[in-house]
């Protein structure tokens, strides 16, 4: 198949990753791969690099920004037209808000085009709900425009892979596509790098050198340091938690636009003894830093499902996640806690369960562990959205 992805920009991400996977699987499975992207521009560090490395074309359409920006926004409809009909791809896959509107119209609009040539069969249209633009932080007003934007796409969208069953649900409860054109494939990770085992001394050399000692029990959290990203909460559990654990530690690893205020946050809460800032890490390192740590935290308030909580569980780790979006298909009473979104009490309580009970911690990961391995395997996604694209090929 001649495949084209679409994503607004290759920053270090979740859906950025993702779609890193699936084009590179793509291609080592014969598949003829274009990647189309904007400017890997903001402060989490970028995966264009890498994927310049991989056995796929990559296209910059360098008016596809992020913001809403009317002019750049058709000029990058535009340039983005311009690619598709002189590649003709069989299918136009799009992942992140912006990629997803330019890029269906963009592909809907050639469609029209191959039809009327008279062509034996249109490009099919697909799009990955990474997660949804839509929530209940934000204005009704803001929810509505949303909402109704994503309802137009939807009619010219062939099928729809969501990471997670419950971006399906919310997408559904808010009239976007119709159940038949709905699956779930998993966000894959490449594993070896998570299950591989990193010797006692470079885990002693990671601690080290952000100020851990080696019988410190490290919480960590790999997220953005970035609105909705729950980090007020897990500060303010370290607050109450430190008074009690003297040998406990909380690790963000990450970087963002709120980056200083937190780091301020900590300072005058005197917790910078106990809450430490990797900065912006390579994705190559995410392991070490897992593997260094002893329970994953996770407070996203919105978020499919955060690819940190499967790569903390491959490395051995339980889970400590508010009950949000997905968070509750990787996340039970066998693999970590599952807790009321917001609620710091039931944060404090589940951190303290797992920071009394190391044999608790390393039954809870074990299982965690196996529990993902295959769920979130590359060839596992990659098998799901190959079978979407036939079965919605051979429809025509």
Known sequence: MKIVHIITRLILGGAQENTLITCKELALRGHDVTLITGPAIGPEGELFTKAKQEPYRIITVDKMIRAVRPLKDYLAYRQIKKHLQKIQPDIVHTHSAKASILGRYAAYSMRKKRFTNHESRNTVIVHTIHGLAFHKYQSDWLNKFYIAVEKAAAKKTDFFITV???????????????????????SAIEEDAFLAPIPDEQITEFRVNNGISKDSIVLATVARLFEFKGHEYIIESAKQLSKKYENVIWLFVGDGNLSYYYKKQVSDLGLAHCVKFTGLLPPSEIPLALQSSDILVHCSLREGLARAIPQGMLCGKPAIAFDLDGSCEVVNKNTGRLIEAQNVEQLVEASSELIENKQLREKLGAQAREAVRQQFAPETMVDKIEEVYNQILNRQ
């Not at 997670?164 to 998993?186: H, N, P, R, S, V």
């Open 164 to 186: 997670a069953e419950a971006m399906t649900a919310q997408a559904l409860e808010a009239g976007i596509g119709t159940q038949d054109k709905f699956a779930t494939a998993y």
